[in-house]
């Protein structure tokens, strides 16, 4: 059973950076593509990106596109993301997710996630 405690959030000024860490336990990381999710306040779960088992391939939503950056370690078990020219909009509780399946990719997280962590809060305000 995957485990995922995720960190770095806070409070950052609009075009300011953040970088969140996730960090992985339970199975070898290189087995799993990782993906990154948020949710703010009143507001649906989006997947904004997600990075493949060995890191050869990375995915974005369009909101996100250009200005985050997602990469992974896995000899340390994380994966990172690096949010840069944030806006308001970005604010959101952010957690990563996976499957408890070996060999999951990103595309089969946009049928189901199965394990996620409690996230780490982002808040962009001036």
């Known amino acids: 059973q995957l485990r995922f405690v995720e960190s770095g959030g806070g409070l950052v000024q609009p075009g300011g950076s953040l970088r969140l860490s996730c960090v992985v336990s339970g199975d070898t990381l290189d087995y799993y593509a990782i993906g990154w999710f948020r949710q703010a306040p009143g507001k649906e779960h989006e997947g904004i990106s997600c990075?493949?088992?060995?890191?050869?391939?990375?995915f974005y939503v369009n909101s996100v596109k250009g200005r985050f950056t997602i990469s992974r370690d896995n000899a340390k078990n994380t994966v990172y993301l690096e949010m840069n020219s944030l806006k308001p909009e970005d604010t959101a509780l952010y957690y990563c997710a996976s499957r408890n399946n070996r060999g999951t990719t990103c595309q089969s997280l946009l049928e189901y996630l199965d394990v996620w962590g409690q996230g780490t809060l982002v808040t962009v305000s001036s």
């Open positions: 990075i493949s088992n060995s890191g050869d391939s990375t």
